[in-house]
Every structure is written in structure tokens, then in C-alpha cells.
């Protein structure tokens, strides 16, 4: 149980373009979701929090109107990079707090690979 | 403000040899802490948690870890590690709907 999927898991692009990564609780409903981006040899650093049916909140130096957050479904919300250069390639990952825990107990996501030439 | 220091960057072990892996925290009240897993490419695995109670906690693939609060640490360790462990570990802070804070990482080699 409690697994989270992303999609896609790889993708390159080129510059200017927008690309949007979903990340699906598969047997859980998550009011809460969370997007991450992990640099190489470094830890985790939280962008924003998705709570379902509201606006995300943003980590502070996250832009939001580059990095668009939807949370429209409790087991579901999208990542969307716009206008992507390549300072934005990265490992983005996903996770999921379930809605029944009471605690910050996260499933992540396998994570999405962004290349942007 | 919460932190987490994972002291060692690297580390390498002998296949079948212990294995200890430190982990110092920084939080106001009662802390969440955690430990996951990150093979490269992949998304963490939760190994173990702490919340509250006996203070030695058991997590998947063999490996333990103990909360100190008197030394504000919750160092993970395994008896004998296997070439499969070879991975990225994450300790991480947090607690109820608070943020999760994660340490650097500590990159685990282990050799034949």
C-alpha cells in the first residue's frame, strides 16, 4: 500500500517550453502533497506544499508563476515548469501524506528527471 | 528552526561489516524522525520512523536506528550490510503537519 507514482519519469525539453509532471497517490487519498527538488549531491529541498482544492504554498525564493502547482483531486496534483530553461533541469519528486494519518509521515514519488536544452 | 546534520557525506563499508550512520537534529518540541533510502534515480523508501515510545525503533531491510534525546541524534545501523544496501540515506525532522526537514545525505559504498 501507499504508493505514489509520477509521470513521466524522464522527460527532455527544450528551452521556452512548459512541461507538466503528475503525481498520483495509486490507493491512498492525500489532502496533502509535496514537491521536491533534489540537486546532484545535495538533499531535498521542499518548493511547495499542495493542499487539494486550495493554492499551494510556496518555500520562500520558489517562484510561483514558474513552478505551477495544481492539486485538483485528493490523489492527484501536477508540477508544471514554464517557460523552462535549463537551470531548471533537475530531479523533481513528489510525495504524499495520506489523509487518514495525523502525523507528516510522506510516500514519495520515483521522481522525474527535467532536462531542459 | 529545525535542522538535520548528516556528519558523514561518505562512507565506505565491507560487505558483512556493521555499519552506523549519524544523524543530528535541531527541533523546539517532541521531533518526527525518519529515515529513508534513495537508490540513484529512484524516488526514498521509508526504512524507519520514531514517534514516540521505546526509543529503539525497527525498520525494514534490517536496520534499526535509536533516538537520544539527551544527545539529540537517531543514528541508523544494520549488523552486517549486503552489497544491495549500496545507496543514499536520508535522515529527516519533522513533526505533525509541520514541515519535513532532511538532512544532506550520506552516500554508503560497500564493497566486496
Known amino acids: 500500500g501507499a504508493v505514489v507514482s509520477q509521470h513521466p519519469s524522464r522527460v527532455i525539453c527544450k528551452s521556452g517550453t512548459s512541461v507538466k509532471i503528475e503525481c498520483r497517490s495509486l490507493?491512498?487519498?492525500?489532502?496533502?502533497m509535496f514537491w521536491y527538488r533534489q540537486f546532484p549531491k545535495k538533499s531535498l529541498m521542499l518548493m511547495a506544499t499542495?493542499?487539494?482544492?486550495?493554492?499551494?504554498?510556496?518555500e520562500q525564493g520558489v517562484e510561483k508563476d514558474k513552478f505551477l502547482i495544481n492539486h485538483a483531486s485528493l490523489t492527484l496534483s501536477t508540477l508544471t515548469v514554464t517557460s523552462a530553461h535549463p537551470e531548471d533541469s533537475s530531479f523533481y519528486i513528489c510525495s504524499a501524506r495520506p489523509l487518514a494519518v495525523s502525523y507528516n509521515e510522506q510516500f514519495f514519488g520515483p521522481g522525474t528527471r527535467l532536462t531542459v536544452l | 528552526a529545525q535542522s538535520v546534520t548528516q556528519p558523514d557525506i561518505h562512507i565506505t563499508v565491507s560487505e558483512g561489516a556493521s555499519l552506523e550512520l549519524r544523524c543530528n537534529y535541531s527541533y523546539g518540541a517532541t521531533p518526527y524522525l525518519f529515515w529513508y533510502v534513495q537508490s540513484p534515480g529512484q524516488g526514498l523508501q521509508l526504512l524507519l520512523k520514531y514517534f514516540s515510545g521505546d526509543t529503539l525503533v525497527q525498520g525494514i531491510k534490517g536496520f534499526e536506528a535509536e533516538f537520544k534525546r539527551s544527545q539529540s541524534s537517531f543514528n541508523l545501523r544494520k549488523p552486517s550490510v549486503h552489497w544491495s544496501d549500496a545507496a543514499e540515506y536520508f535522515c529527516a525532522v519533522g513533526g505533525g503537519y509541520q514541515k519535513v526537514t532532511f538532512g544532506i545525505g550520506t552516500k554508503l559504498q560497500v564493497i566486496p
Open positions: 490507493d491512498f487519498q492525500a489532502t496533502t
Open positions: 499542495s493542499n487539494e482544492g486550495s493554492k499551494a504554498t510556496y
